[in-house]
Every structure is written in structure tokens, then in C-alpha cells.
Antibody, heavy 119, light 107 residues
Framework: EVQLVESGGGLVQPGGSLRLSCAAS????????MSWVRQAPGKGLEWVSV????????YYADSVKGRFTISRDNSKNTLYLQMNSLRVEDTAVYYC????????????WGQGTLVTVSA | DIQMTQSPSTLSASVGDRVTITCRAS??????LAWYQQKPGKAPKVLIY???SLESGVPSRFSGSGSGTEFTLTISSLQPDDFATYYC?????????FGQGTKVEIK
């Protein structure tokens, strides 16, 4: 059974940094592209970033480009999101998710971790 | 960037009703469209991928259709477990975009 468990969320001041982690199990982690998707309180879903199985290719939404960095450690079956220069509008539940083999949709999701950016 | 527009934003329906949700893309996305169901406090769950392919384990009352710029999600007979928010999502050239969501409420 695929399991994705996010951690690292919390309260941070504007301009601060935070690193999220997503521990994966139940599948061959290195064979799958992975993603982060976020959801602001009471709002819809927003794709944030994607990384290939090897980690060699990364993609970002314009809203986080230059501030967030996605990475992975395939030896630890763990996905990361380093978030710098955080803004109030980055407040959201952050989900990690696997990407389908064709990279076209998000097929398995974690339970999410809440990031609150506030003074 | 490709924009996704869902309609309606809210839908009131009764158990047993046939429900249709529409999603329109601002430009052609071929069939690279997925549909998700999300319940309060829970992660989204994929229902349909590639516009009309049913994800494993999803009840057959859910179906998807369309291509190009216009897509629909249909629930043939609404069940109590189906009251939730539904999102469409497109893929194009390494960008992924969601619609704003459609909340299906009890009438």
C-alpha cells in the first residue's frame, strides 16, 4: 500500500524559511516523479512543484519560482520542499503526491501538513 | 498559462439525481484532464484520468467525457458518499492547473 506522510509544517514569520518532508513507502520511490500541491484555507488546489524520479528535472509554479526548491533523497525514500522568503499568501496545507507514469495527473496523496505564514 | 473554469461553483442535488459538472480549458489540452473528489479535511482522490478513464476502485457511477477544451464529469446516480467538492486538473508542457472546484451539496 502506498503511504505518503508529510511533516515539517508550522508557524513562520513572513520572510522566513521552512523545509517540508514527505516520507514514502509501499512503492519503488525512485521510479516515480513526485510533486507538491497546496491548498490555502477554504480555497482550491494549486500545483507547486514537480521532480523527476532521478531528481534531475524539476518544475515550479510561477508563484514559487526562485523561492522554493524541491529535492529528493532516493536512499531515504523522502521528498523535500525547501521554502524560503515565505509570504502570507503561502499559507496553505501542503500535500505531497505521486505523479502518474505519464506525468499527467496526481494519483496518490499524503494527508498534508499545514504551513502558516503570519507575523 | 492555461486556465481551467468549472461550472457550476455549487450544485444542490438529491440522492439518486444525475449530476453533471463542466470544466473548460482556455486552450486545447487534448485529453489530458483528470477529475478529483475532495471531502472536508481530507486529501483529494483521483476519480478520472485522461478525460474518460476510470481510476481503479472508483465506482462506475462516475464517468468523464470530452476532449480539446470542454469536459464533463457525470455522476449517474448521486449517493450519500458523493457529497464533496470536485476539481478538474489539466496537464500541458510541464504545468498542471486545477479548476476552482464545484461543491456538491445536499438539496
Amino acid at each position: 500500500e502506498v503511504q505518503l506522510v508529510e511533516s515539517g509544517g508550522g508557524l513562520v514569520q513572513p520572510g522566513g524559511s521552512l523545509r517540508l518532508s514527505c516520507a514514502a513507502s509501499g512503492f519503488t520511490f525512485s521510479s516515480y516523479a513526485m510533486s507538491w500541491v497546496r491548498q490555502a484555507p477554504g480555497k482550491g488546489l494549486e500545483w507547486v512543484s514537480v521532480i523527476s524520479g532521478s531528481g534531475g528535472s524539476t518544475y515550479y509554479a510561477d508563484s514559487v519560482k526562485g523561492r522554493f526548491t524541491i529535492s529528493r533523497d532516493n536512499s531515504k525514500n523522502t521528498l523535500y520542499l525547501q521554502m524560503n522568503s515565505l509570504r502570507v499568501e503561502d499559507t496553505a496545507v501542503y500535500y505531497c503526491a505521486t505523479i502518474s507514469s505519464g506525468w499527467t495527473y496526481f494519483d496518490c496523496w499524503g494527508q498534508g501538513t499545514l504551513v502558516t505564514v503570519s507575523a | 498559462d492555461i486556465q481551467m473554469t468549472q461550472s457550476p461553483s455549487t450544485l444542490s442535488a438529491s440522492v439518486g439525481d444525475r449530476v453533471t459538472i463542466t470544466c473548460r480549458a482556455s486552450q486545447s489540452i487534448s485529453s489530458w484532464l483528470a477529475w478529483y473528489q475532495q471531502k472536508p479535511g481530507k486529501a483529494p482522490k483521483v476519480l478520472i484520468y485522461k478525460a474518460s478513464s476510470l481510476e481503479s476502485g472508483v465506482p462506475s457511477r462516475f464517468s468523464g467525457s470530452g476532449s480539446g477544451t470542454e469536459f464533463t464529469l457525470t455522476i449517474s446516480s448521486l449517493q450519500p458518499d458523493d457529497f464533496a467538492t470536485y476539481y478538474c486538473q489539466q496537464y500541458n508542457s510541464y504545468t498542471w492547473t486545477f479548476g476552482q472546484g464545484t461543491k456538491v451539496e445536499i438539496k
